[in-house]
């Protein structure tokens, strides 16, 4: 199943915020078995926000975004939404009763976070106001997300089990290869890739410490036992340990 | 001008890897004057990469992508760019003089460092051996840049000059408003977007500090006279403090 990851909002493209919220979603979706295949940061802009969904979804199975679900002015994340799908905008009682819970009083700001898009489902915003939002439109599933992060994490714990493939383990582990170099390694790598690689994915990360450069090797595979698949990352971990000693470090 | 940033790699569609190379190029274009329209993150697949490139030439002046410069299985930018644009990979002295001066021998790992697109220029990588490249095709700027992010940091001076653009001085302040909530914020902030938005920008930023709610307000503008785009701001965050106070919190 493919997903891709959208994030809304001017702070991320001028590099005001660093994006945290699509690794945390990326980790999450990765682990509960999904191929993120693409992702797409579009500023506080209503045509972007629309083209962006109508992107995701012509390509993925899962859409999740964050951003642009607040009460101010440039927050349009569900206006862009129902402008791609053509969907009306309502007043939902769910939604409103959730937002009703943290406030006190309703202002017509606090008002539009309860006006939801047709046939969409409000998730519960255990660390904010703005519940988040479960749609389904042909098959295509939608999750979208307030930014703030802590209310990312805590929507997200509250779908994890309804987006979870059953039966899906994925395993990713590494080695720290202290002395190596990663252009030595590559031969290595690719020959184990060729072997391995319609399964496992191996990946080497070239590190720096007080100038000392060293590579990290990260393996990572999934399938529907667990230990199965831990046990087969773990051999090829092995492989490459006992491999990449005879590798020719300069 | 309208910039777009790439990210390529697999660990950060992964959640892996935090994508600090979007905020830190983000941060340097938008201070160099360029409007960063859209990010599109791909994984380490040629098809994927040659489309973001595509993409990103249709709507932007200036295209910065990140990562897959290095010299594993799964580097493939340069192909991929290659690809997208129909250019010939060739030999350049200039790109394998650098990288011979990173390393003592020569495998065929790294001679792929020194293959650059036709027409390319090397730009001197001084944190690490994959050169960044820079490349005009009909008049639209591409910058390819490795994926650790002091390489990143390193080559980005090296060009910065050269895609600054002339008498650009771009000013964003905050102000931290203790007490505050963003939704009675709304109001204040889309009245001041009225009149001051056809130049400015502001954007609330909700907080949590031990559990009470606070929010950031930034004010950005640009300009070309430094001391008037201050000014500029200044007085729009001084009427922010100012009538924040008469906000009715809660």
Redo the contacts between chains.
């Keep these: 199943m493919k997903a891709v ?1 959208i ?1 809304i909002g ?11 919220n ?9 682990y509960s078995g999904y191929d ?8 506080d802009n209503l045509e ?1 926000i629309a083209g962006a969904f109508k992107e995701a979804s012509s390509i993925a199975d899962l859409i999740v975004s964050s951003g642009g679900l ?5 927050d349009m994340t569900l206006k862009g939404f129902s402008l791609a799908f053509n969907l009306k905008m309502e007043r939902n009682d769910n939604a409103m009763n959730m937002v009703l819970k943290k ?3 309703l ?1 017509p ?2 008002e539009k ?1 309860g006006m939801i898009p047709e046939n969409s489902i409000p998730i519960e915003n255990k660390a ?2 703005a519940p988040g939002i479960y749609e389904n439109i042909s098959g295509k599933v939608f999750i979208i997300l307030p930014g ?1 992060p ?1 209310e990312v994490e805590a929507i997200m714990k509250e779908v994890e089990q309804r987006i979870r493939i059953k039966d899906f383990h994925y395993v ?1 582990r590494s080695i720290d290869l202290h002395d190596a170099k ?6 290595l ?2 020959k184990l ?1 060729k072997e391995y690689g319609d399964r496992a ?1 191996i ?4 590190k ?1 410490d007080n100038g000392k450069p060293w590579v990290e090797v ?1 393996v ?1 595979a999934s399938g529907t036992d667990p230990d199965e698949v831990e046990n087969f990352v773990s051999r090829i971990l092995e492989i490459i340990e006992k491999e990449a000693d005879k590798s020719n470090y ?1």
């Design positions: 990851i994030t001017n702070e991320i493209l001028k590099g005001r915020t660093v994006n945290t699509f690794s945390d979603i990326g980790k999450i979706l990765t993120v295949i693409k992702g797409i940061i579009v500023p972007q607040g009460p101010t002015y440039d406030v006190h009083t202002t700001e606090r976070m904010g106001t703030v802590r990713d990663e252009s030595l390694l590559a031969p790598i690719a890739m994915y990946k080497t990360h070239p720096l990260e990572s300069e």
